[in-house]
């Protein structure tokens, strides 16, 4: 694997119907001796509704690359965090080691890369009785690899980005409405 700076990656995977469990993972990965380890060895305090966490998939099972997991939405309550830290991290964790199994991050890098998710929980799943963990658990999966592999993979490519310039519109804002 080439030598890289840093690689960004994205995704939207969208809830079951009736469901606050949209995922939208943003990724940073990087080598630990860079940018991205230094940012990552920084993030380590905490801040206030701001609680980051590494993935685990268990106790003592921390993943590798090492993820550090950043909440998007400041936490107010420990139902949140409870999500946060259970489901989204279990689904977090797992995305991670199944990127690695399956080659999208390269076995012999997992120990010198680390990786930073920004993630997206939205606030209603913790008040939904009706809340389907395991939509919660899919979603942020399958948005979390698609993710990593964008980024390892440097999509979507320049080519496409000038292509589809003036036919795809932001999904929550068209200037031309």
Not at 43 to 71: D, E, K, L, S, Y
Not at 119 to 144: F, H
Request: with cysteine; aromatic share 6%; glycine share 6%.
């Amino acid at each position: 694997m080439s030598e890289f700076l840093f690689k960004t990656g994205e995704a939207t995977v969208l809830a079951a119907e009736g469901q606050y469990t949209d995922a939208m993972p943003e990724v940073l990965i990087g080598h630990v001796n860079g940018p991205v380890g230094q940012a990552f060895a920084n993030m380590m305090g905490q801040t206030a509704g701001h609680t980051r966490m590494f993935a685990i998939r268990a106790c003592n099972q921390m993943v590798r690359p090492a993820t550090m997991m950043v909440p998007k939405v400041t936490i107010k309550s420990s139902a949140y965090i409870n999500l946060f830290g259970g489901v989204v991290q279990s689904a977090t964790a797992d995305a991670v080691l199944d990127c690695v199994i399956e080659g999208i991050i390269p076995r012999d890098q997992a120990n010198h890369l680390c990786i930073i998710s920004l993630i997206w929980l939205d606030p209603e799943c913790v008040k939904d009785p009706n809340l389907d963990e395991k939509d919660l658990y899919r979603t942020n999966y399958e948005a979390t690899k698609l993710a990593i592999q964008r980024a390892m993979r440097d999509q979507p490519s320049l080519e496409e980005l000038i292509a589809n310039r003036h036919s795809i519109k932001h999904d929550m804002f068209d200037p031309d409405a």
